[in-house]
């Protein structure tokens, strides 16, 4: 009874044939892998794999970052991550290509999109606070209605809502209202409504009192 598998060889042809074909298949689905980001275009990026795949050379690819429209990463070159794989075509959503994916399975590196990997390297500022940061700052901003925004750069930051904007910078403060700026500066001689050189519309005198607290010019 032992040599009967062995006479059987259709049996064990069969066994290894599914065993053949479940390996290809799962060598044709999407791979989850580690990666880097090599250029950076808008929404997509190209990564190359940090992973040995010897003896194979894996390609760098194109791909869309996993992100919303209404939250864009200011990914960078160098940043660290891994591909998220989908089962079928993306190019229909992503831009990189057209029309409408079908149910055909996708080959294992074409349907792939980047997602960041936090690290250790680089813990948040307040462990318990929302953080959003990026080289040249963040954009804030409403996407109908009246405008309003909020923009944090490199040079200061901007407040605005409808025609009121709110600028802060190195040389001061600025609130324009409707193209009626004033400026708020924080060394000179101050002036203003209640400074020591401002002509009172009642009396026509200047000011007896002089305020030692506004520090703007109008």
């Not at 923009?151 to 802060?168: E, K, L, P």
Request: aromatic share 4%; net charge neutral; charged share 10%.
């Amino acid at each position: 009874m032992s040599d009967d598998f062995s006479k059987l060889w259709i049996q064990q042809n069969l066994n290894q044939n599914a065993i053949r074909r479940a390996s290809e298949a799962i060598q044709r689905t999407g791979r989850a892998l580690p990666c880097k980001v090599t250029a950076v275009s808008g929404s997509i990026v190209t990564v190359e794999f940090e992973v040995d795949s010897t003896p194979w050379t894996l390609p760098q690819i194109t791909i869309p970052k996993a992100e919303s429209p209404y939250f864009r990463m200011p990914t960078q070159i160098g940043d660290l991550g891994i591909t998220i794989p989908c089962d079928v075509y993306l190019g229909g959503i992503s831009g990189l290509g057209g029309g409408t994916a079908n149910m055909n399975p996708a080959a294992n590196l074409s349907a792939l999109m980047f997602m960041p990997v936090s690290n250790s390297n680089s813990p948040p500022d307040d462990q318990n606070a929302a953080q959003i940061s990026g080289p040249n700052g963040v954009i804030n901003k409403t996407t109908v209605g009246t405008a309003s925004s909020v923009v944090t750069n490199q040079s200061g930051t901007i407040v605005t809502f409808g025609t009121v904007t709110i600028t802060v910078g190195a040389s001061g403060v600025t609130i324009d209202a409707g193209g009626q700026p004033i400026n708020l500066v924080g060394t000179g001689t101050p002036k203003g409504i209640v400074q020591g050189d401002c002509v009172c519309a009642f009396t026509g005198a200047p000011h007896a009192m002089i305020s030692t607290l506004v520090k703007g010019t109008l």
